[in-house]
């Protein structure tokens, strides 16, 4: 928009909107949300056992979890387990040649991780990861 003032010059408004301080905020709040993102876990909680030899999770798969009410969870959803089979085998392209990792909090009986491991083995499972937690270095 241009305004010609009483001189006889002609001068223009300037009705650009400035990006930088929006910009400055969205890679803020970028930066905090890549900083933030590794350390949100969302899942069940599940306090599993300590052991010596532990193995790094290196890919990703199903993940079976069964917390300290010995309710059973196929990934974070809460599954009832005589449909396990029937479920992980909707997953899985080849149930007989993929495995599972089987979460389970330590105050679970093992009665109740027995019928886990059974319900996966009707599914046709071969190969069940445990998954546990290394034990401290000051411990032994």
Known sequence: MAITTREGRTQT?????N??????????LLIIFMVTAPVIQ???EVNVPKTQVVREIA???????????????LQNNPVNINELGDKIREKLLDPTRQSVYLRADEAVPWGAIAAVMDRLKLAGI?????V????EQGRK
């Open 59 to 73: 890919e990703e798969k199903l993940v079976v979890s069964v917390d300290k009410k010995q309710t059973v969870f």
């Open 42 to 44: 969302s899942g069940i």
């Open 13 to 17: 408004t300037l009705a650009d909107i």
């Open 126 to 130: 071969e190969n069940v990861s445990i």
């Open 132 to 135: 546990t937690q290394p034990l």
């Open 19 to 28: 990006m930088i301080p929006f910009i400055d905020i969205v890679l803020v």
